[in-house]
């Protein structure tokens, strides 16, 4: 994995702050040392990933501003799923209705919404909702989230290295 690291400076901190206020994983302030960090893996995908402090904590994907999963507890809507759909999701599927057995705050089609296991108190994986949590709520099949970074993926690795 290629990590190509860039200080982000006291004007850029406060554009980034502007751009990802009101999001409970992207909390820094312009004291704080932010890097932009530009990753490269051995399969050729590359990322944008923000350190604050020296970790990884959150990355850009299509504009959107998403979690970076280190262990930690991360804040944010979810779906908690069972037990049996946890391999599968740590594996990079995506979420289906049948694995899901509660909705934890409010989404709409398009959010950033964490996945959390029956028994574990931090997220599993991170994806973007394909309905709004209401129109999840009643279906009895199909994808509701699409999986988009997971325990044990490349961006996962960062918060070991």
Sequence with gaps: MRLLRRPLSKKEKKLLLKKVEGLPWARFTVDQKVEEVKVRTETEKEYVVYFVEGKPTFWVKDDK???VLCGNDVEGPSVVVDKGAVPYVTRGADVMRPGIISFEGDFKKGDVVLVRSENLKFPIAVGLALYDK???E???RGKV???LH???DD???LCKS
């Design 150 to 152: 997971y325990l044990g």
């Design 155 to 157: 961006l996962f690795k």
């Design 134 to 136: 209401e129109e999840a």
């Design 145 to 147: 989230i699409k999986n």
């Design 138 to 140: 009643k279906m009895e």
């Design 65 to 67: 501003y998403l979690p």
